[in-house]
Structure formats: C-alpha cells, structure tokens
T-cell receptor, first 114, second 115 residues
C-alpha cells in the first residue's frame, strides 16, 4: 500500500506570495492532519480534515487555510507569506478522526521564504 | 491542557549501550501517549503508543516504553543501541480535553550513536 505523499518536496517563495501544498493520504484513510515543524517552535498542529470538513484547528493565523476533497486528498494554502513561515510542513493521514489512533506521516514539504 | 516535556535535547550513547529517552506529560484526562521517530529528510514514524491497556508498551525496532501514572512519565528505552537508531525522537500526547483532539508534541531528543 502506498504511503502518504506530499508535493512538492521543496519550495522557495518570496515574502508576500502565496503557496499551496498537496497531500495524498493512504488509500482508505479519511482523516488528514497538517503540522508545521520549525527548529524554534518544534512540531505544531495546524488543522485536521475529515470527510471534507475541518474538524480541528490549531493556533495559526487565518493566512493558513486548507481543504479536503472527496477523494480525501488535502491541500494547504498559506497566503501573504512571511519569513517566519519557512518550515517543514508535514501531513499525516489516519483511518479515523482524532488523535487517538496512529497517524501516518508523509515526508513533508520544505518551504523556504526569502 | 495537555503538554509534554522531553528532558535532554541531545543524547549520545555507544553502540550496544542502553538507550533512555525521557518524556513527562501533563494531562487532566487519561492520556494517549506516543513515541515517534524522525530520520533525516523524512516524516515521522510511529514507534509505539499507550492507550490505557498494558503499562509496558512494546514497539518496533526493539523499543519499549513504560507508562507510570505516579510519575507522569512515559520514558522510551532500548536495551542495546544500534547505529541505525540515530535519529530524532518525539514524545506526543493526544489532547482530548474540550474535544480539541490533537497531538501535542515534545521538542524532540536527538539520539547519536557512537561506534
């Protein structure tokens, strides 16, 4: 069974631009969660989508948004990029909603904002 | 709200030595606890999880962790380190308070294994 895939793997943008990251979950998984990983703040939860609905949201500004499609694929969008948005963005999928079960992580998208 | 503290951002051991990575949690409800490992340029992989069944949890790659409620700890151990264990390890607790239901990660411990 194929694992979680994220595209692109690397991305370079400039301040003020917007970016869209994509995540394809493991087949059959309906929950997709997004995390931001930085050296200073560590791993922080962004949001979770389940059956095309945002189920939970972390403490990030409204510039960070996401959506999930009927095939469970998810996209994350960051508008008006800031230097501090440079990070590894990880997506994780799981069979059920919530944080009680095993989440399978993708390799991440490394975003650099110049 | 739940939180996780990992003591020691870096741990170094010799190959064959005991690995001990420390994790303490704070939780107002019975927690789910996890250990994940991250190899360079990769995502996170689940090593093991505690979900209120047995207090000693065995995971992959020879790792295990013991849930100690009295000490609010969930330390990760491996009897004999291997070079391939060098990676970053994250302890996490599921925050189910108030139905927010998300994973809260510790700051990570980088394990170095010397020959």
């Amino acid at each position: 069974k194929a694992g979680v895939t994220q595209t692109p793997r690397y991305l370079i943008k400039t301040r003020g631009q917007q970016v869209t990251l994509s995540c394809s979950p493991i087949s059959g998984h309906r929950s997709v969660s997004w995390y931001q990983q930085t050296p200073g703040q560590g791993l922080q939860f962004l949001f979770e989508y389940f059956s095309e609905t945002q189920r939970n949201k972390g403490n990030f500004p409204g510039r960070f948004s996401g959506r999930q499609f009927s095939n469970s694929r998810s996209e994350m969008n960051v508008s008006t990029l800031e230097l501090g948005d440079s990070a590894l963005y990880l997506c994780a999928s799981s069979l059920a909603a919530g944080a009680g079960g095993e989440q399978f992580f993708g390799p991440g998208t490394r975003l650099t904002v110049l | 709200a739940q939180s996780v503290t990992q003591l020691g951002s870096h741990v170094s051991v010799s190959e064959g030595a005991l690995v001990l990575l420390r994790c303490n949690y704070s939780s107002s409800v019975p927690p789910y606890l996890f250990w994940y490992v991250q190899y360079p340029n990769q995502g996170l992989q689940l090593l093991l999880k505690y979900t209120s069944a047995a207090t000693l949890v065995k995971g992959i790659n020879g790792f295990e962790a013991e849930f100690k409620k009295s000490e609010t700890s969930f330390h990760l151990t491996k009897p004999s380190a291997h070079m391939s264990d060098a990676a970053e390890y994250f302890c996490a607790v599921s925050d189910r308070a108030g139905n927010t239901d998300k994973l809260i990660f510790g700051t990570g411990t980088r394990l170095q294994v010397f020959p």
